[in-house]
């Protein structure tokens, strides 16, 4: 789990990065073309990221799982 944590906060750099681009866009009418560039170009990194946050939640379930006992 730990592993894949880390690689998540390693991998993530671009999701973090957008996020940082997207506050300082501006606001709702003058940052709205920023966003939609942000938002395209983030698309496909941000959605491939994630599989390391399933990858955990999935060791959580396989470590904790509930004991069914006779």
């Known amino acids: 789990m730990?592993?894949?944590l880390t690689c998540?906060?390693?991998f993530g750099g671009?999701?973090?990065?957008?996020?940082?681009w997207d506050l300082l866009a501006g606001g709702a009418e003058r940052g709205r073309d920023r966003?939609?560039?942000?938002?395209?170009?983030?698309?496909?990194?941000?959605?491939a990221n994630h599989v390391w946050l399933i990858f955990v939640v999935v060791m959580l379930w396989s470590a904790f799982s509930r004991c069914s006992r006779p």
């Open 2 to 4: 730990w592993v894949g």
């Open 35 to 47: 966003r939609a560039l942000i938002e395209h170009s983030i698309g496909p990194i941000w959605e």
């Open 8 to 10: 998540y906060a390693l």
């Open 14 to 20: 671009a999701d973090f990065g957008a996020g940082v």
